[in-house]
């Protein structure tokens, strides 16, 4: 029986993404995602905390003399960016390792909402699939270097780069998660990394409110360890109802 249902805003594709993680016949294709997701991430945090509190008030310190004020306002926008990077970061490098079981989380979620097998190979087809699966995280890597870079340049600029830099980098951030997460239904059709970007763009609303929640709870303690199995499985309702047909 189907139990795909019409679609819905970018928000509403995330929080079904916790609703579809917690179901019965998906829970257990959610445990090595989580873990990888745990181990990478939360080392990180802990690390990130550790060393906060120093980061931003070296940040500040370049701010002019007669722009000190603004240090009141930027400080809260540094620390969002900051956890938004780290986050970004080490839940990047977590999808990487996680890539095939994110592919075979995505699979059984769709098989799940449709009632249809996307696939008739099993878990070895998985294994097999792997360096394909990786290659494909390589490109999504190759797409995001160039900008994060350059944005990351902007961040050092001082004044400039402590006021606009936040806000540039925060939908910067929606962009590639809805483009890291939406990627698994996409590549489990062997749909191509370009063509699956283009099809987002036609939706860039939808995408983008999916990756504001995403970026969001990616920077939230306890929330961002196990946030990336909820969006692939998010990302998957959003391909079921938006872009599979």
């Given amino acids: 029986m189907t139990k795909s249902t019409s679609p819905r805003s970018g928000f509403g594709y995330f929080a079904h993404g916790i609703e579809l993680a917690l179901s019965p016949g998906i829970r257990r294709f959610v445990l090595l995602p989580l873990l990888a997701n745990i181990i990478l ?37 540094l620390v969002l960016t900051i956890l938004a990077t780290f986050s970004y970061f080490f839940s990047t490098l977590a999808n990487f390792i996680a890539a095939p079981f994110n ?5 059984k979620v769709e098989e799940y909402l449709t009632g249809q097998r ?6 070895l087809a998985v294994v097999k699939d792997t360096p394909r699966i990786l290659a494909r995280e390589w490109r999504k890597l190759l797409y995001v270097l160039p900008k994060a870079i350059g944005l990351f340049l902007l961040l050092l600029i001082p004044a400039l ?12 951030t929606a962009w590639m998660l809805a483009i890291q997460y939406c990627d698994y239904p996409f590549d489990n059709h062997k749909i191509s990394f370009n063509d699956m970007r283009y099809n987002l763009k036609q939706k860039q609303g939808k995408a983008y409110g999916f990756g504001v929640l995403v970026s ?13 199995p909820v969006a692939v499985c998010g990302a998957t309702s959003m391909w079921v109802n938006e872009f599979k047909k």
């Fill in 118 to 123: 996307v696939n008739d190979d099993g878990i």
């Fill in 216 to 228: 969001l709870f990616t920077t939230i303690p306890i929330l961002n360890l196990i946030v990336m």
């Fill in 161 to 172: 780069g402590q006021t606009v830099g936040p806000f540039l980098w925060f939908i910067f």
């Fill in 41 to 77: 991430v939360g080392g990180a945090l802990f690390y990130l905390f550790s060393h906060l509190d120093s980061w931003i008030e070296q940040w500040l310190g370049q701010l002019p003399e007669f722009l000190s004020w603004l240090s009141y306002i930027l400080w809260p926008l």
């Fill in 103 to 107: 592919g075979l989380l995505a699979e």
